[in-house]
């Protein structure tokens, strides 16, 4: 089957649902794949991870404002399902995420996976304070830009817009 052609797969006694098979990274929501495709001027795609409630959610708010498409995750894992499945211009990660099911997954190690997904992805990466060993992996990991929290809303609006743009 061709990836972005519509299927009838049988469900239950006799019924049928047609589905769409579309393949990993799409930038599309299936419903803009459904109705022929996403528009070519969508706003840019953000995605931030944050395991902090209201830090992720202040962020999301502020690039909302600013007229961006944005995604969040609260843990390493939901981060890495998102990055599979879709495509991102700029993710802002923080560094110092929780363990999730007991397996610690550090913001550096999201860089390097987001990286394999997407090597062309604009990273921001967030954290209480910076260091010479927060600035040592940044450049090696060829990390876009590091933001100390807080973290200027004006400040990192300027950043993705240049990393989007």
């Known amino acids: 089957m061709d990836v972005g052609k519509k299927s009838i ?8 649902q047609q589905i769409l098979l579309r393949g ?3 930038a599309e929501t299936p419903l803009q794949a459904e109705q022929g ?3 070519t001027t969508a706003p840019k795609r953000i995605l931030v991870v944050d395991n902090e409630r209201h830090s992720r959610e202040g962020l999301r708010d502020s690039l909302l404002g600013a007229g961006y498409t944005v995604e969040t995750a609260a843990d390493s894992w939901q981060a ?5 499945d879709y495509f991102f ?5 923080d560094i110092d995420l929780a363990p999730v099911y007991g397996v610690a997954l550090s913001g550096w190690d999201l860089v390097r996976i987001f990286r394999a997904f997407n090597p062309s992805i604009g ?6 304070e910076e260091s010479r060993y927060v600035k040592t992996q940044a450049e090696r990991l ?3 830009e590091f933001l100390e929290k807080p973290i200027s809303p ?3 609006k300027g950043i993705v817009s240049a990393l989007s743009g």
Do not use: C, H, M
């Open 80 to 84: 890495i399902k998102k990055i599979k």
């Open 37 to 39: 495709g996403a528009s």
């Open 24 to 26: 990993p990274r799409s």
């Open 142 to 144: 060829k990390v876009s």
């Open 89 to 93: 211009e700029v993710a802002i990660i």
């Open 123 to 128: 990273i921001v990466v967030v954290g209480a």
């Open 154 to 156: 004006t400040r990192l």
């Open 9 to 16: 797969v049988p469900r239950k006694r006799g019924t049928a």
